[in-house]
């Protein structure tokens, strides 16, 4: 699992529109006019002032235009649906008891267990038929951990066994200029694999489907899609994939050669796309060839930390899921926040809404990697507000509201303490305390999720 948010918050080049990030020039055009006016020195340049006026109008309404284009590209043709879904990695091996497994069936859309729980993958099906399982395996590494006396446990968190690889096929193995393979930082016994050798590939997939098929799991959750070359140990990329496109091409090569087989096997695949964000194009194809992606850390990297608007910001990550719900692939968003923590709640939440249609889900993380017990649950994922059938849509720069048959969600997603923008409703709303409101007023990297009668 991907335990950093690289480039968190607000940071980052603003140099370029991308993206959503096109809303942020609106209002700055639109007060073209009054400039222009007020700027007007004499009568004799009337003439000149008024052709600069009505250029200015018709730059507001083009820039107004595009904005409402930007939207509607990553979110079209599909019903937005106001009943949050919420998933659940039980990663870590913790004792699991039989009312909790019953609870957390009937709770969640998705779960993934390790391969060894097959127990617990009966016992929540019991519960809940209509539950989806999927199967932990890592893409990129294999563990030496799991290999014993020459001998590789039967299940594996990984698709290849240590002891097979190092005996038989070295050349899967990553390696560094001195020839050396690669351990990831930070955790011990996690070598890893060259994922574009097309025999690893091979095996993985063999391995992998035959694994999950023998214990009955609906798909299978691939761990560590990665795309900078240096992840997992900082500044030196391997031999064979130097720079960062030679890496993803790799991956590419990978989900693309497995895709079908996986699709044969009626299993369903979402990996891990932590941090894709930040390479342009990336999300979409790697998630070309899968049913899903992960997004591990999503919009909040902790209770302090939002991500706001810039290129790679905010609007990347929404527009991600926007463009999962499009094509019909699952995306699970997990935001970092503590119990208790408002604020960060309301700002992923809306934002997740904004997006969402029938196929995401959304968890909330406290501390990482923190994949034991199920993570807290606020009563706001209990909430129905109904359905949309049109997209978000800009209401003030980086501010964005949607319209459900039941409610209404609004996110600021400017950066942190900016200057809260005031936004009229159409009606009388309940808030999340349950006052009645006719207006909200959102600072930066806030949101809101507000109530109201069913139409």
Not at 77 to 103: I, K, Q, R
Not at 207 to 234: Q, S
Request: proline content about 4%.
């Amino acid at each position: 699992m991907t335990s950093f948010p690289t480039g968190s918050g607000g940071g980052g080049s603003r140099k370029r529109l991308r993206g959503l990030g096109v809303l942020g020039v609106v209002a700055a055009l639109l007060v073209a006019p009054t400039a222009a006016v007020g700027a007007v020195p004499h009568e004799a340049d009337h003439s000149d002032a008024l052709q600069a006026v009505q250029d200015a109008v018709q730059a507001g309404q083009d820039a107004v235009q595009a904005a409402q284009d930007v939207v509607a590209s990553v979110q079209s043709g599909y019903v937005g649906v106001g009943d949050a879904e919420s998933f659940w990695l039980h990663l870590n091996s913790t004792p699991a008891l039989d009312v909790m497994l019953a609870a957390e069936a009937k709770r969640h859309k998705y779960i993934v267990l390790n391969a060894w729980e097959g127990d617990l993958l009966k016992k929540l099906k019991a519960s809940n038929p209509k539950v989806q399982v999927f199967v932990y395996k890592d893409l990129s590494s294999t563990r030496s951990y799991a290999c014993r006396n020459g001998v590789d446990d039967k299940y594996l968190p990984a698709g290849v066994g240590y002891c097979v690889a190092d005996k038989n096929h070295p050349e899967w193995f990553l390696r560094k200029s001195d020839g050396k393979r690669f351990e990831y930082d930070g955790y011990r016994g996690h070598w890893q694999m060259d994922i574009g050798n097309t025999a690893y590939q091979d095996a993985w997939a063999t391995n992998v489907i035959a694994d999950a098929k023998e214990t009955g799991f609906d798909g299978v959750f691939m761990d560590n899609a990665l795309f900078p070359c240096d992840a997992y140990h900082p500044k030196v990329c391997p031999e064979k994939y130097p720079t960062n496109e030679a890496f993803q091409a790799a991956y590419t090569s990978m989900l693309a050669n497995m895709k079908g087989r996986f699709a044969e096997a009626g299993l369903t695949t979402v990996a891990n796309l932590s941090n894709a964000r930040l390479y342009d194009g990336a999300w979409d194809a790697y998630t070309e060839h899968l049913d899903g992606g992960f997004d591990e850390w999503w919009l909040v990297f902790g209770n302090n930390n939002l991500l706001a608007e810039y290129d790679r910001g905010w609007s990347r990550q929404v527009a991600q899921l926007a463009s999962n719900e499009e094509r019909g692939k699952i995306t699970w968003v997990q935001p970092h926040f503590g119990q208790g923590q408002d604020g960060p709640l309301r700002y992923a939440m809306a934002s997740y809404y904004l997006a969402v249609g029938n196929k995401a889900a959304i968890a909330e993380m406290e501390q990482t990697d923190g994949y034991g017990d199920p993570t807290a649950r606020h009563p706001m994922y209990d909430w129905d507000i109904g359905t949309a059938a049109e997209p978000y849509r800009p209401v003030a720069p980086n501010v964005f509201r949607r319209d459900f048959t039941c409610g209404t969600v609004i996110v600021n997603a400017n950066p942190s303490k900016s200057a809260a923008v005031k936004v009229e409703l159409d009606e009388a709303h309940l808030d999340e305390r349950g006052w009645r409101v006719s207006t909200v007023s959102l600072p930066g990297t806030s949101g809101t999720i507000l109530r109201k009668s069913c139409k």
